[in-house]
């Protein structure tokens, strides 16, 4: 039984309108005749299903023409491959834009408009990143003999989850990637934004920590209130981001956030809360030999 754009968007669980575009831009194989009556075999909806999930990766143009071609003839290895090439190079794509926001943030400075438009953004990414990341790791499995099914490596692909976000390291490093839990705390770190711009209008200063170079003591005037705000989140950014270390304390200085993060993290504790603020300039004082 042949299926109308309709039927056959029901059955793969997507808008009529979303359809009817892949069948206009040929992302669709020709509709076919079963007498007097014109539509697309049910089967058909595994492709669009694929579409879908190629788009939602980012995956579009001529990548997304390749891979409907390929799901057309049948060939899962043929797709396979296409869908492996264009998951790396999005990936890399999505990851140098990362860094970027991350350097904007960084630059325009911890709590300020510019900021908050580019690490919403950054989290955005890193979201898209997790989602190419856990693609990739499913086409590590083998493909088909044959066509694309709902049970194939590509259809696990397309439909990956991706939480955890994974940073990228040196191909000829023998530790494990620092990695973030996107979905930690119901994956509020959008909403997190909002607070920590909150929070960075109390800053009294940043400074560095003995310890460590990738770390940086924020102060701030001892209030029962900040303190409860900032145990707050720095427990959701310890859940979100383990590799970290998020200390509070409180003593005859006032209230501190220390953050500590590994070196592949610097660019992250950069545009995250900031570097410690620079040395004051120290002012030169006359020898005895320049007294009159």
Partial sequence: MLLDL????????????????????????PA???????????????T??????????GIGGDDLTGLA??????????AHRRLSDAVDARLGTVQDDLAQRLGRAAAH???????????RAGVTLSEDAARLQAAAAALAAAPHAGACDESCTCASAVAAAGDVYRFPTDPASTEAALACDLAADG???????????QV????????????????????????????????????????????????????????RLEVRMPADAAGMLAAV??????????MEVSGAADQP
């Fill in 69 to 78: 071609t390929a799901w057309h003839a049948g060939r899962c290895d043929e």
């Fill in 32 to 46: 076919r005749r079963d007498g007097g009556r014109l539509g697309y075999p049910s089967a058909t909806a595994d």
């Fill in 187 to 197: 994956g509020d770190a959008h909403d997190r934004i909002g607070v920590w711009q």
């Fill in 200 to 255: 960075f209008t109390h800053v009294r200063g940043r400074e560095p920590l003995a310890d460590t170079e990738t770390g940086v003591a924020l102060r701030f005037p001892l209030d029962a209130d900040l303190a409860a705000t900032l145990a707050r989140l720095a427990a959701a950014e310890y859940r979100c981001c383990s590799f970290g270390s998020y200390t509070l304390v409180i003593d005859h200085t006032g209230l």
């Fill in 273 to 282: 809360v900031g570097l410690p603020d620079p040395p004051a300039p120290t």
């Fill in 6 to 29: 309709s039927g056959l968007a029901g059955r793969a669980g997507v808008p009529t309108e979303r359809v009817r575009h892949y069948a206009e831009v040929g992302l669709l194989p």
């Fill in 109 to 119: 400075g911890p709590g300020t408009p510019g900021w908050a438009t580019e690490t």
């Fill in 48 to 57: 669009v299903r694929l579409l879908v999930g190629a788009e939602r990766l």
